[in-house]
């Protein structure tokens, strides 16, 4: 079975500066995708980054990036520059593998984060 | 813009009801997922569809019946609710079959409340 794991509390970060959420997952699957979504107030999961577990580079999108750390099983993300309307649950997810299980994504249970002006 | 679209985006219905929520994607993708996620938890899967077909559902209530009309539609028919069924229903798409490195693009979700 899958795993991911959050725990940080609430976060908390100054507009403009940068903020790392933590990921750890535990997958006794060679290959497997890490992804993150960002969820505001208003419901709507918003794709925001993918890492597969071969990908030699750690992702980048725009304001976002991926710390992926194989070997400790962590993929955090990095958000630079951060603005008020990065305020949102943030959730670390990873997919499954083997026929059907392909479409299952395991999400951790969020980090709440707010941007402070 | 977001390219998988849900409605209605509220709904509010008594136990005796019959509803539907209805999703539409325009991009393309032949899986479609339903989802059901409870105030600060993440997402829970209910169904997928795979090429129009039912490929998983994970022991959801006869309650919940899905409908998958075309590549591009997704309906939840809801029947006899019960309070603890209020959530927000997501529905999401993808790459058919899906494959580990897809992406599952999510739409704005319906907020349903059960009287």
Known sequence: AQKITQTQPGMFVQEKEAVTLDCTYDTSDPSYGLFWYKQPSSGEMIFLIYQGSYDQQNATEGRYSLNFQKARKSANLVISASQLGDSAMYFCAISGSGTGANSKLTFGKGITLSVRP | ?115
């Open chain 2, 1 to 115: 813009d977001t390219e998988v679209t849900q409605t209605p985006k509220h709904l509010v219905m008594g136990m005796t009801n019959k509803k539907s929520l209805k999703c539409e994607q325009h991009m393309g993708h032949r899986a479609m997922y339903w989802y059901k996620q409870k105030a600060k938890k993440p997402p829970e899967l209910m169904f997928v569809y795979s090429y129009e077909k039912l490929s998983i559902n994970e022991s959801v209530p006869s309650r919940f019946s899905p409908e998958c009309p075309n590549s591009s539609l997704l309906n939840l028919h809801l029947h006899a609710l019960q309070p603890e069924d209020s959530a927000l229903y997501l529905c999401a798409s993808s790459p058919a079959p899906p494959q580990l490195t897809d992406t599952q693009y999510f739409g704005p979700g319906t907020r349903l409340t059960v009287l």
